[in-house]
T-cell receptor, first 115, second 115 residues
Framework: DQQVKQNSPSLSVQEGRISILNCDYT??????FLWYKKYPAEGPTFLIS?????DKNEDGRFTVFLNKSAKHLSLHIVPSQPGDSAVYFC??????????????FGTGTSLTVIP | GAGVSQSPSNKVTEKGKDVELRCDPI?????LYWYRQSLGQGLEFLIY????????KSGLPSDRFSAERTGGSVSTLTIQRTQQEDSAVYLC?????????????FGPGTRLTVL
């Protein structure tokens, strides 16, 4: 059963415009959320995260929004650049204190930024 | 410092053979995770280690899959009597208490093809 869902497998955006990637989750115990970016033939790399005590976290061109009541988060990239073209994974965790977290990943959204 | 490394990068095997995949985590990272990504799927959690012990083996798809970690460092994932549905990219990640285990660092993956 997929606890983290990314319902859009792909997204195309014009360079300079905003990219919005969406993610939904089902487990209300999740309290930490992350976005990873993955280029072909490479492992995912951490992009940005947000704790459930916040509803927004911003890092340069990347902003993550969290709506806990809707169990929804989104990643905004503005302005989008061709180098942002990659697969973006949403992940969530419900930590077990001091023993490490298990992360649940979505299926990914492939973003293409058109020059 | 070196990141997470995995070997081999590619493995082609015949159905029924056993394979071993290796992961070298970042030095000092006590938590280690194995995931796999099948074609068109998200990252599927397999197992995680805290030190040498595996508190959570819930993701292992069958008893043909096993993993061990020795010395709190290198881990091997073994798949016995491989089947074609085992074909996937197997990703390893590690994390540290210093970041509250909230950020995982991924290796480049091992692409396994079972003929």
């Amino acid at each position: 059963d997929q606890q983290v869902k990314q319902n859009s497998p792909s997204l195309s955006v014009q360079e300079g415009r905003i990219s919005i990637l969406n993610c939904d989750y089902t487990n209300s115990m999740f309290d930490y959320f992350l976005w990873y970016k993955k280029y072909p033939a490479e492992g995912p790399t951490f992009l940005i995260s947000i704790s459930s005590i916040k509803d927004k976290n911003e890092d340069g061109r990347f902003t993550v929004f969290l709506n806990k009541s809707a169990k929804h988060l989104s990643l905004h990239i503005v302005p989008s650049q061709p180098g942002d073209s990659a697969v973006y994974f949403c992940a969530a965790s419900a930590p077990v204190l001091d023993t490490g977290n298990q992360f649940y990943f979505g299926t990914g959204t492939s973003l293409t930024v058109i020059p | 410092g070196a990141g997470v490394s995995q070997s081999p990068s590619n493995k082609v095997t015949e159905k029924g053979k056993d394979v071993e995949l290796r992961c070298d985590p970042i030095s000092g990272h006590t938590a280690l995770y194995w995931y796999r990504q099948s074609l068109g799927q998200g990252l599927e959690f397999l197992i995680y280690f805290q030190g040498n012990s595996a508190p959570d083996k819930s993701g292992l798809p069958s008893d043909r899959f096993s993993a061990e970690r020795t010395g709190g460092s290198v881990s091997t994932l073994t798949i016995q009597r491989t089947q074609q549905e085992d074909s996937a990219v197997y990703l390893c990640a590690s994390s540290s208490r210093l970041t509250s285990y909230n950020e995982q660092f991924f290796g480049p993956g091992t692409r396994l093809t079972v003929l």
